[in-house]
Every structure is written in C-alpha cells, then in structure tokens.
C-alpha cells in the first residue's frame, strides 16, 4: 500500500509541470486566442537558461550563431540564478509576442498554432545546435530532504513543486477574478471593446498575459530539471499533456487545469508502479499512453459542454481552390516530373522523391481541413501505421506493389474512423487537441510494440515489384531510381487527380457544404456526421498511402519518423502553403518539406547544413504571418504564376470543346443552355 | 382533404422565457398559409421547434400524417418538410448554382465512394434549374453568395429549399431586402408553389405580400395565436389591428 502512495507522490512532479505548462496555455488562450504549443520548448528554453548560469554563469541567448554566450562569471547560486532567468523570460516573452503573436492576434486559430509550431522548431533546433542532443543532469533546487510520515518516505522536492503549482493557481484566480487585469482580460476574451471600455489597450493585456505565461514556462523548466533529466526534444512534448490538462479545464479554468495536470501526473506513476505488480500488462508505452486514451475518451464522450472562446466553429476556414481541368493539369505534372527526375541526380533526385511523398501526406489534409474544415494532428501516425503493414507485407513476395499499397493505406482507414468519432463532438483547436492526444497514445502505446515495428532498429522493406519488375528506390549501385520516381509520380498524381475531381463532384459539394455551414447543410437534408467520418477515412487512407510510399522511399521504417511532432510540422507546413487547395500540398511537399526539393537545393547551394531546421522554423512563422491563408492561395491570385501556369496548360493541352459543367464564374458555362427550361413535374 | 401538416400545442423555451406557447396551426396539401406577427412574436423560434432546430417542450407535429417526433433536423427535410433561415446561412464556399445542387443530390454511400474513382454527373439537374428558374437566379447561377445582394441571398435560401423538391416549405421572411416590384414577382412565383405540388408556409413583415398571397393567415403575439382567417378576416380583426398592424404603421 505504502508504495502506491510513495507512487503518488513521485507522479506530483510530472503532474506539477504539465499543470505549470496548462495555466501558461490558459493564460494565453484566455487572452490572445492562441493555443501556445510553444510553451514546452519555452520551458526546455528556459531550463536551459537557468543550468547554464549555475554551472558555468553564462547567459545563454536564443541564437546559434557566435556569440551566443554572455559571460557573467563563474557559476552561481540558486537565488542569483534564477532571477536573472525570470528577467530573462519577460524580455523573451516580450520578444516573441511581439515579433510573432501580436501580428496575429486577428488570425484564423490554425494560422496561429502553425506560427507557434515555427516557435517551437526553432527552440528545439537552436538548443540542438548550442548543447547538443544528450540529455543533462541538474543539481537540485528546491529541498529534497524526505518527510517521513506515519512510515511512509516521501521525497521533499516533490511536495514542494505541488505546493508551488497550488500557490500558482490560487494566485492565478484570485487575481483573475478580483483585479482590473483580471477583469481586462476576461473582458477582451470576450471582445476587444470590452477591453477598451475598461481603459486598457488589449495588447497591452495581452502583452502582459503573454509575459506572465512564458515566465510560468520558464519557471516549470527550472524546477523539472533536476527531476527530469534536460535534452532539446523531450520536454517540448510534455506540452501533450499539459493541453490535455487545458482541455479538462475547457481553456478556462485555473483550478481544473491544475488538479487535472496533477492528476495525470499521478496516474502515470501509479501506472508505472501496476507495471511491476502486475505482469500481464503491456510493458511499453503504457504509462505515456493510458492518460491520452483517457484524455481521447473524456473529450469524444463530454458531450457539447466545451463553450470555451474558439471552441465552437470559429475555426475560420481558410479559402478554397477549385480544379479545373484535373485531368490536364496531372498529365502535364505527370510530364514535368519525369522531367525533373531524370534532370536531377543523386540527392537532389532523392529529394525530389520524397517531395512527391510529402504531397501525398498533405493531400491527405487537403481532403480533411481543406475541405471539410476538420483538424487532425494525427497524421503521421495513420501515416505510420500504414508503413508498419507495408513492411509485414513484404513477406508475401511477387505481390504486386499496388495491391500492397491499397493495404496498408486501407489499414490505416479504421484508425481514421475512430479518429472521426471524437470530432463529431468537438472542433476547431478543441479537435486539434484531442487529435493529438491520439497520436501521442498512438507513439506510446503501438508505434512502441517491437514486434509491430521492430524496435529501435525499424523495419526493412522489400522493393515494390509489378510483375517481376523491380521498382525499387535502390538497385545494385544505382540509386535513386528514376523507375522509382514514376512509380511515385503515377501514385501521386493519380491520388492528386481522384481528389481534385472529389472535389467537383456531388460529394464534394457535400463536403463543402458541411465545411461552410453544418446547420444549412443538415436543412437540406445533409446527415452531418458520416459526412465526417468519411472524410476522416478518406483522410486517413491518403495519410497511410503516404506512409506506404515513405516507406517504399526510405527502404525502411522506424517509428521515430512517425512521432506526433511530426504530425503537428505537417499540418503546419501544408496549412502556411495552403490548405484549402491540391496547389497547397505541392507547395508544401517541393517547397516546404524539410528533406523536400527545394530544401536540399538551398542546403547544397548555400550550405545551410546544420541550420536548416532553425531556418525552418523562422519561415514557417513568418510565413504564417506573411500568408495567413496560404501561400498558395497568393500564387491563385491575380498577379501569382497560377494563371500563367493555366494559361501554359491550356496551351500545351488543349481544352475540348464540350459543355462544361459548374465551371468557375467567367467560363464557359454551357450548362445554363443545357438544362433551361425543363418542364417542372408534380409530384403530387 | 387531409392535413399536410397539423402541428399541435407547440411549445418552445429559451431557458425560462416561453418563445412559442402552444400554438397549433395546420397547413393542407396546396394551401399558401401565412404566419404573421410582430417582432419578437415567436415566428423563428416556432419554425426552430417544427423542424428540430430547438427541442420542443411540448407538443406535437405531424407531417403527412406521420409523427415527426424525435427526428433530427436533416431527416425532417428528407421527409419533405424544408425550411429557410431567416440569417440565410447560405454555403459561402459554394456557387449559387452548387448551393441548390448540394440540396438536389443528396449522395448516398455508394455515390460517396464512386465519387472517389469515377466521379458521377451531377444529379438532379431539373430539380435545380426548376428551382433557379422560379426564383429568376439564372443570371447570377455562377456566382457566389457574397456577391450578391441580401433579397438575392434571400431568393437562393428559398431556391434551395425548393431545389428539394418538398412538399412543404418554411420560408423565414424570404421576401426581406425585396423592393416593391420585386416583391411583388416574389409573390406570384409563390402562388404557383402550389401547382407544382409544394405547399407553403410564410412568415414575412411584407403584409402586401402575406395578404395578397396567402390562403390563410395564422397571427401569433408573445408566442400565442391571436388570430387566424382568411386575408380579409385578418384585416378586419381588432385584435390584429391592435397587436400588429397598428405597430407596424407605427414604425413606418
Ligand atoms: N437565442 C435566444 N435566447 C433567448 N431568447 C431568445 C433567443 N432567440 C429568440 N429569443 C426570444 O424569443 C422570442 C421569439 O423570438 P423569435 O426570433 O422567434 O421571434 P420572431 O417572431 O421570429 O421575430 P422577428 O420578426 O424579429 O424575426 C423573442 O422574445 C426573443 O427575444
Ligand atoms: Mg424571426
């Protein structure tokens, strides 16, 4: 008995720093509509900060390039230490919200939660390039000296955390509810001339909000570290858990937030400690697992009771392509790409592949937020699950490559479905939570199973064959194969092209229909929900076909590449490209990816090399603010290459002369002489 | 001749205010009938109760005989039963032409699927060209809802219900953000609903309209029926004059 208390009391420091991270989130989205997931590498950032003053006394400054180091003497003490690293956070907290989030305040969420995927990258990427990727030890902060009550040993440091997240929050809400602060930022939370009637400026609340969250950030950074041991990329997940403690307290609530923070923290450990005693139990993944499976079931089941500011509807759907010509338009890609294939060599050739695999993953987004305005972070791990069935099948040889890919991408269909569930119940950001809780349950609780995806060392693929035809990526000495990059293309392109024609089709405008206004979509006798669910399949076959391709592409699978981080950089990446168009996941794949084409030419050219990813990152922020709908949206435009680009086509490949229908305004309509005048029948 | 729609004791709530208390109306196979009142009578919130847009806390409707209790909304317009919003709420991502075809089609499973490999040719074309051509929308079928002006949104709202081919439709105001003339054109298509088997009920402030076309008129104030006859009861009625008529002079 006395051990699952001891358990308890060990889970407190997880559960203390989700429930730090939680009240920053709620800070933040209570006053500038922002779901910060950013705020885990702030506090890596920030532990990083403060143990690098107490070693060594240098102050450490978000840049990689020389002189990232400001020397303030020897080592130091805690107290010295840590103020200066409070200090440190206000200027950061100022720095980034002015620099990134007050351009913003006005956007679409998404737009927002991609600039602060931008955020994140660039932290990680920074911390990796000034301490490497080894995790580092911290000496203690607070008291570790152990109580012992009634028998029971309990370590200090651990009720001591607690009890700082509990003063927190009571700090939190007493201000809250009792200052003109307080108050200011309840009133602009529900409008900016709430705000103003109050007398204070909202960016300057939202300012001030913005800096008291990134020092809570900071100062759970500080405290977890000697609990938990430092490296760039695992703290920016602790972040999964902490949203679902945000979400359990619906974006609002100081109190629920922190208990449920705690909570999870809590369960973890005494699952950890189950682990032991009872055998039977799965052995991995379990503890990280669990708590996003309830998180998952909580939100699918909790019915309409999230009213929380942007959690209803105000996903503001970002603009729509409308194809013409697809059938065109893909011989002509079809055509351009083989060009590009046997122009291009060595890696730049490879690049050029797995940019033709990222347009598959981002169709699969396309489909889902483009068209139905519904939001998954779960992409990757479809994509994931997709590649692991690819590479059991590779058993069964002289299966011909296209039925092994119609399985793997239809394996991952169930999982779309499922997925689908909880967004019949909740949208917008409160969606891309849930959906990301999955994808963390997913990383801990299957991609985690040696047997399912053979461990650390991942799996081997077999080549894709037809017939006896080899198409594999490698051959003998010769690799890339531009038979491959065909393979891919016809795949792609096809996939590209049966998604712009979904797109005029009757079922399209249903998906359109439901995406612009669910209420008049079920007036016409719409049934909202498998209209979800369908998409959400639909989404998750793309999503696995991708898999299945990456798979094919890399000659092996590891479940790193399918971690829930990369889902969120996917959705960032094609959501700033644009996502409401099939233009937008090409962009995405060529431009954006980072081992896309364009990517590995500035890196060959320029050198880039070890910065790419920070410069990753500080593009897709600026792009978000530069493009809030997309930058291929801007490329439709008037002035953009879009119309030159159609223009080309319809030059090379002439439109027939027959009657279009539903074609864009300015076209040739001939469906309006088609149908006029049709003698109306009664039905009665 | 049997009731299309025999609603009865309707009753809808907004937390403790009473929007619709008890009101029963019925509408037959090809009447036009009107249901008029001042602002804030309970008009909307009595067509969000018929048609599942609100829970009803009492009551009860039949359409063509059946009960249409418990039904979800998109059910009750595949029965036949459609409706307008008076907000229009229109498909802003879709042309004119996609809003009425989207309520023509209707795809099921199967289509959903084949849409994926062999996309079909849109269904129920005459449905939405009859539907456009009543309304007069031709001109404007490739353009989209934000272009147009508030009496044309209105016109594609009503457009697209009857793109459904219903037997019954709900129009909220369809004729607000109309001038006189076409106000007036708005009214004689309505009349010849009837003859292609779609009965109506209107509720509108234009009282040149609801007086010149409808069959019978249902008056409701604070959620209850105060009167209800034929146009020229209604005109005479006192209680209608006091409670509406004389208002509406008021306001203008
Ligand atoms: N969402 C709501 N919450 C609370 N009360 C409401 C709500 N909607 C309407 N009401 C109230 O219910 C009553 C009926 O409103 P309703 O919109 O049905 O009237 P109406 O006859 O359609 O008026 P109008 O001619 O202005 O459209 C009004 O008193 C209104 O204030
Ligand atoms: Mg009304």
Redesign the pocket.
Known sequence: MTSYVLFLLLGLGAGSVYSLLGLGMVLKYRSTGVVDFAQGAIAMWGAYVFLRLRLTGKLELPWFALPHEISLGTGMAIVPALLITLVYGTVLGLVVFFLVYRPLLRAAPLTKVCASVGVTLFFEAVAVLNFGTTATSAPPVLPSKAFVISGVVIPGDRIWIAGIVVAIAVALTVTFRYTRFGLATRAGAENEMGAALIGLSATRIAARNWVLATLLATLSGVLITPISSLDPTSYTLFVVPALGAVLIGRFESFWITTAAGLGLGIVQSELVKLQTVFTWLPQQGLSDGVPFLIILVTMSLAAKRLGARGATGTLRNPSLGRPTRPGATALLAFAVGVVVLVALHGSLRAAFMASIVTVCLALGLVVLTGYVGQVSLAQMSFAGFGAFVLSHLGHSVGMPFFLALLISALSAVPLGILMGLPALRVRGVNLAVVTLAAAAAMDALVFSSVKFTGGLGGRKIGSPELFGLDLGIAKGNSYPRVVFGVMLLVVVIGAGYCVARLRTSATGRMLVAVRSNERAASAVGIRVAPVKLYVFALSAFLSGLGGGLLAYEQSSVSSSTFTAQASLSLLALVYVAGVGRIAGAVVAGIMFASDGLFVSFLDKTLHVGQYQTVVAGIALALTAIQNPDGVASNMAGERGPGPRVAALRDRIIPRRHRPVVLDVPGQDGAFVEDVAGPTPVSRA | MGQLLEVTDLRVT?GG?V?VDDVSLHVAEGEVVGLI?P???????FIDGLTGYLPRRGGHVEFEGRSLDGLATYAVARRGLVRTF?SVELFDDLTVEENLLVAAERPRLVTMLRDLVLPSRPEGVDDVAWARMLCELDDVAHRYPQELSHGQRKLVGVARALAQRPRLVLMDEPAAGLDTEESLAFGRRLRSLPGHGVSVLLVD?DMGLVLSVCDRIVVIDFGKVIASGTPEEIRADEAVIAAYLGGVDARH
């Open positions: 907004y205010v929007a009142g602002n804030g009578a309970g008009k909307s919130s008076q402030h």
